[in-house]
Antibody, heavy 118, light 112 residues
Framework: DVQLQESGPGLVKPSQSLSLTCTVT?????????WNWIRQFPGNKLEWMGY???????SYNPSLKSRISITRDTSKNQFFLQLNSVTTEDTATYYC???????????WGQGTTLTVSS | DVVVTQTPLSLPVSFGDQVSISCRSS???????????LSWYLHKPGQSPQLLIY???NRFSGVPDRFSGSGSGTDFILKISTIKPEDLGMYYC?????????FGGGTKLEIK
């Protein structure tokens, strides 16, 4: 069974960088598909942030393009989100999810809450 | 970016009701090959969002047949017949045709 689990610091100060990890079990991230980060803001709005696919190619939401980086560690079957120069507007619950070929998300993690505050 | 508008924002229901949720996009979600990438999700408190419908009308594995999707172009509908307690939560549509992928604002299905 495919499972994804996010982990992160919980609290980050403004202007710092946030780093989150998504650990995938039950499927190799190098076998197929795209591995995404999605966030949900207070108030419930969902935003697609970007992905790294099975071959290592990335795609990012242009609204974040200058601040975001998604990388991976294939030996640990993990992928990572780095977001630079965070502000309070980056406070959200962050989800990782697998994207199928027909551009939908079939497996999601439980989410990790990140608060940006001094 | 494609703007996806969901209505209504809130949908008070009684168990056993049939309801529809609308999802409208600012441009057609059919690509040049005629494929339309519109999916629906249910998000319950404390859980991760779960996929219900993909490709407008295809139910994901394990999704009951009381959930159905329809539509084309810019207008799409999720229909839920015979609502059960486990159906309560936030419903979202997602367009995966035009980058960046964008979600609707959500519809809260709640008990009357």
């Amino acid at each position: 069974d495919v499972q994804l689990q996010e982990s992160g610091p919980g609290l980050v100060k403004p202007s710092q960088s946030l780093s989150l990890t998504c650990t995938v079990t039950g499927y190799s991230i190098t076998s197929d598909y795209a591995w995404n980060w999605i966030r949900q803001f207070p108030g419930n709005k969902l935003e697609w942030m970007g992905y790294i696919n099975y071959s290592g190619s990335t795609s990012y939401n242009p609204s974040l393009k200058s601040r975001i980086s998604i990388t991976r560690d294939t030996s640990k079957n993990q992928f990572f989100l780095q977001l630079n120069s965070v502000t309070t507007e980056d406070t959200a619950t962050y989800y990782c999810a697998r994207e199928e070929y027909e551009y939908y998300f079939d497996y999601w993690g439980q989410g990790t809450t990140l608060t940006v505050s001094s | 970016d494609v703007v996806v508008t969901q209505t209504p924002l809130s949908l008070p229901v009684s168990f056993g009701d049939q309801v529809s949720i609308s999802c409208r996009s600012s441009q057609s979600l059919a690509n040049s090959y005629g494929n339309t990438y519109l999916s629906w999700y249910l998000h319950k408190p404390g859980q991760s969002p779960q996929l219900l419908i993909y490709g407008i009308s295809n139910r994901f594995s394990g999704v009951p047949d009381r959930f159905s999707g329809s539509g084309s172009g810019t207008d799409f509908i999720l229909k839920i017949s015979t609502i059960k307690p486990e159906d309560l939560g936030m419903y979202y549509c997602l367009q995966g045709t035009h980058q960046p992928w964008t979600f609707g604002g959500g519809t809260k299905l709640e008990i009357k």
